[in-house]
C-alpha cells in the first residue's frame, strides 16, 4: 500500500489542524494505522493508531485528549484532528500501515512496513 499525508501547516498554538492519510488499495479496511512524529535529532515518536475496528484507537499520553484518530474506510483515509495544539506538537508527522501489526506493537514503528512521506506541522507561539 502507498500512503499519502497531508495538511500539516504552520499554526499558532491553541489552533487545530486535520491531518490525512490517504491509502492505494483497495484492502485498506485490513490496516492497522498509525501516525507517529518527529524532530530533527530525534527518534520518531508514536502519536495515535487506529485499529481495523474503528473503535479501537491508541493515543501517547501526550496527546490523550486534544487528538483524535479516525478514519473513513470507504476513502482509504485516516484522519487525524489536532486541538489545542502546543509549541512542542511541532514536527514531522508521519503516517504508517501495516496489515499484520498485533497489539503490542500498535506503538512501535517496527510494527509497519508501509510509511507516508510526512508532513511538517509548526506550531508558533
Known amino acids: 500500500v502507498q500512503l499519502q499525508a497531508s495538511g500539516g501547516g504552520l499554526v499558532q498554538a491553541g489552533d487545530s489542524l486535520r491531518l490525512s492519510c490517504t491509502a492505494s488499495g483497495r484492502t485498506f479496511s485490513r490496516y492497522v494505522v498509525a501516525w507517529f512524529r518527529q524532530v530533527p535529532g530525534k527518534e520518531r515518536d508514536f502519536v495515535a493508531a487506529i485499529r481495523r475496528n474503528r473503535e479501537s484507537t491508541h493515543y501517547a499520553d501526550s496527546v490523550k485528549g486534544r487528538f483524535t484518530i479516525s478514519r473513513d474506510n470507504a476513502k482509504s483515509t485516516v484522519y487525524l484532528q489536532m486541538n489545542s495544539l502546543e509549541l512542542e506538537d511541532t514536527a514531522v508527522y508521519y503516517c504508517?500501515?501495516?496489515?499484520?501489526?498485533?497489539?503490542?506493537?500498535?506503538?512501535?514503528?517496527?510494527?509497519?512496513?508501509?510509511w507516508g512521506q510526512g508532513t511538517q506541522v509548526t506550531v508558533s507561539s
Open positions: 504508517a500501515a501495516d496489515e499484520n501489526t498485533i497489539l503490542s506493537q500498535v506503538r512501535d514503528i517496527r510494527g509497519y512496513d508501509n
